[in-house]
């Protein structure tokens, strides 16, 4: 195989390659490891070959220190002996074609996306709301579509709140969903959201996928790193609510590829297990079939995490590729949790996996892959080849200047405030507002599905929510509910 067909991951016990086909890296994947054991350098080098390979790559840097790809490399020490070691890695120190973004519009070009395009199931799962408040939130969604008043940014849906309090006959028979006590509620709870900063996310200019996918002018794909050093630790519901908004943006824009040489984007998801922590069934169960499904849209996805278990078992056993660092083990717990991390990689017979877990030093990793059919191969104890950048973070100077010269400078960074709800609804003060149309017979099914789909104690009162606009949403709530209820294609 080329070096851009394989990713190579490192040297085996030989000192041989060990990697597996790029065609094979839409089969997702795995990097695990407690902290200090080099799971972020080891991202770091994936990174690197997924661009080098034309594949765009889409990441979290949690730790700050990921950017480095946007930086030569300088290898010494330990660093150089190992890649002494591997003379067929063609070590070469160079920078990386690298956008950084932060959804504070500091640290790197803003990230946007509208209250439209991320849709009522998803913002409720980042307003952590009831089963009734979430029945109210689809109502006003169902309002806003029958109205045409395009829901942007947190302004526009205040307004509408406050609007449909006001003016209940707007509601129709859905009118007993909008409480004033869940009103008040939801209003609270995007009070919340806005000392969280979490209002910079919506807004326009929304990122466009585009802009992710189109390759550098040298060929390789560029790497996009959101800044989530501060998002992971203030505000963790926002950082996991993106996240699982653009997996969705993916899931229904990009076409079907069928079999690819290779992935048109590699998403990795650091501090995984923050995506499935306390998210509500009917969504986690989406979330589950998206990241099986979404392999067919030519997108590999990689979770990133201390350990496995973090993960839910059916995410797990969709997973292809799997680096696990060292992990401790003191208790009874983490002892029985550590079997069940060896028992899920093909035994090797001349490997005790179970002990090397607790001895593998800092970069190296137990390393499951794939083999030509598709099938696991023998797990093997792996070096991790070192990244060719910087290990290590960019000055402040060094991240101005990357912005400053990035082919997407200038395209996001003043927000636009077009007409949506929020000036529409101002101009109606004072206009008579006419009674909700009434449903008609042939939407009675789709409301039925759709409140079999969303099962619960909510799912009659979003069922009726849903009834009146059913002709209208029923195309975008059948196609996910991950995306908009106004159409995921709004800007």
Request: glycine share 10%; proline share 6%.
């Amino acid at each position: 195989m080329s070096e851009s067909s394989t990713i190579v991951v490192g040297a085996g016990p030989e000192g041989q390659p060990v990697g597996q086909a790029m065609r094979l890296a839409n089969r997702h994947g795995l990097v695990a490891g407690a902290t200090g054991t080099g799971k972020t350098v080891t991202l770091q080098h994936l990174a690197e070959v997924f661009s080098d390979a034309g594949v765009a790559v889409f990441a979290a840097d949690v730790k700050g220190d990921l950017c480095g790809l946007g930086a030569s490399g300088a290898p010494q020490g330990k660093v150089a002996e190992r890649i002494a070691g591997m003379p067929w890695l063609g070590h070469t120190p160079r920078a990386y074609p690298v956008s950084l973004w932060d959804i504070a519009g500091q640290s790197g070009h803003p990230l946007r996306t509208t209250l439209s395009e991320m849709g009522p199931l998803l913002l409720g799962n980042l307003l952590e709301l009831t089963d009734s408040q979430q029945a109210a939130l689809y109502a006003a969604f169902k309002v806003a579509d029958r109205e045409g008043l395009l829901l942007l940014d947190l302004k526009d849906l205040k307004a509408l709140l406050a609007h449909l309090k006001d003016n209940p006959q707007m509601l129709g028979e859905d009118s007993a969903l909008m409480t004033s006590g869940s009103t008040q509620a939801l209003l609270r709870r995007l009070a919340t959201l806005e000392q969280q900063g979490a209002e910079a996310l919506f807004g326009e200019p929304a990122l466009q996928l585009e802009d992710l996918l189109r390759p550098d002018a040298d060929g390789r794909g560029r790497i996009h790193l959101l800044d989530a050093s501060r998002l992971v630790h203030e505000a963790p519901k926002v950082y996991a609510t993106f996240l699982l908004w653009l997996l969705a943006e993916l899931f229904e824009q990009l076409p079907e590829r069928g079999d690819a040489d290779k992935p048109v984007l590699a998403l990795f998801f650091d501090e995984a297990h923050l995506l499935f922590n306390g998210t509500p069934k009917a969504l986690q169960e989406r979330l589950e079939q998206v990241v099986r499904l979404i392999r067919s849209k030519g997108v590999g996805v990689y979770f990133v995490t201390q350990s496995p278990g973090d993960l839910p078992d059916a995410v797990l056993a969709q997973l292809g590729l799997r680096i696990q660092h060292g992990l401790r083990a003191f208790t009874a717990k983490e002892q029985k949790s550590l079997r069940a991390v060896a028992d899920g990689f093909r035994p090797n017979p001349a490997l005790d996996t179970l002990a090397v877990l607790t001895e593998l030093g800092i970069g190296e990793a137990l390393v499951g892959t794939l083999e030509e059919k598709g099938t696991p191969a023998m797990v093997q104890r792996v070096l991790i080849a070192p990244p060719q950048s910087r290990i290590g973070p960019l000055s402040a100077t060094e991240r101005s200047a990357l912005i400053a010269a990035s082919p997407l400078a200038g395209r996001y960074d003043k927000p636009v405030d077009r007409e949506s709800a929020y000036e529409m609804l101002t101009q109606r003060k004072g206009e008579a507002v006419e009674p909700a149309p009434q449903p008609k017979a042939d939407e009675e099914s789709f409301a039925d599905k759709a409140g079999e789909f969303l099962q619960g104690a909510a799912g009659q009162a979003i069922k009726s929510a849903v009834r009146q606009a059913a002709n209208q949403l029923g195309r975008q709530l059948v196609r996910g509910l991950m995306g908009s209820l106004l159409g995921g294609k709004k800007r």
